[in-house]
């Protein structure tokens, strides 16, 4: 079984500012994937970026970057430059190599004050 | 390119109804996941169809049912509506070719509310 915890139910960040997302997991399995999904009240959940538990180089997608710490089971994801837009509710996600299925985080509701 | 659509948007059923959601996959998808999102929550997997059949299942009771058809697409029927099967419905296409580095694209969601 896998499990997920996002400890931060909501945080809050100035605009152009830097934010930290934390997510810790727990799985058995030595190979999976990890995952950060963001929500904004339109519903429609939309990947942010994904890691390889595999891969020691940490991922990076334009303004989004995460530290992942494997050893640690622990999956944060840095927000740099923050814009109005990226106000949503994120979502960690772990899954393993041998099924598709995913599980989530409690999420941590993002708000970006102008 | 058409993304993951789902029908309806929205819906209201009553305590012991029956009912039925539909997801179009992301075109060149050949694998459905179906997820719950309660309120104020993460999403939980129902299930997961491939080939039209169901490939994993999570912890969800026998009320849950699918069906994957030959195009893809598929439905989601729950039978004998609960008051806590109230929730947001999201259905998710992938290809499991590229399992390794698939990613799950998500549709829109369907609202259930259940009086």
């Known amino acids: 079984a896998q499990t997920v915890t996002q400890s931060q139910p909501e945080m809050s960040v100035q605009e152009a500012e830097t934010v930290t997302l934390s997510c810790t997991y727990d799985?058995?399995?030595?190979?999976?994937?990890l995952f950060w999904y963001k929500q904004p009240p339109s519903r429609q959940m939309i990947l942010v970026i994904r890691?390889?538990?595999?891969?020691?180089q940490n991922a990076t997608e334009n303004r989004f970057s995460v530290n992942f710490q494997k050893a640690a089971k622990s999956f944060s994801l840095k927000i740099s430059d923050s814009q109005l837009g990226d106000a949503a509710m994120y979502f960690c996600?772990?899954?393993?190599?041998?099924?598709?299925?995913?599980?989530f985080g409690g999420g941590t509701r993002l708000m970006v004050k102008p | 390119d058409a993304g993951v659509t789902q029908s309806p948007t929205h819906l209201i059923k009553t305590r012991g109804q029956q009912v039925t959601l539909r997801c179009s996959p992301k075109?060149?998808?050949?694998?459905v996941s179906w997820y719950q999102q309660a309120l104020g929550q993460g999403p939980q997997f129902i299930f997961q169809?491939?080939?039209?059949?169901?490939?994993q299942r999570g912890n969800f009771p026998d009320r849950f049912s699918g069906h994957q058809f030959p195009n893809y697409s598929s439905e989601l029927n729950v039978n004998a509506l609960l008051l806590g099967d109230s929730a947001l419905y999201l259905c998710?296409?992938?290809?499991?070719?590229?399992?390794?580095?698939?990613?799950?694209?998500f549709g829109p969601g369907t609202r259930l509310t259940v009086l």
């Open positions: 998710a296409s992938s290809y499991l070719a590229e399992r390794s580095t698939d990613t799950q694209y």
């Open positions: 799985t058995s399995e030595s190979d999976y994937y």
């Open positions: 890691q390889e538990a595999y891969k020691q």
């Open positions: 996600a772990v899954r393993n190599n041998a099924g598709n299925m995913l599980t």
């Open positions: 075109s060149g998808h050949d694998t």
């Open positions: 169809y491939y080939e039209e059949e169901e490939r």
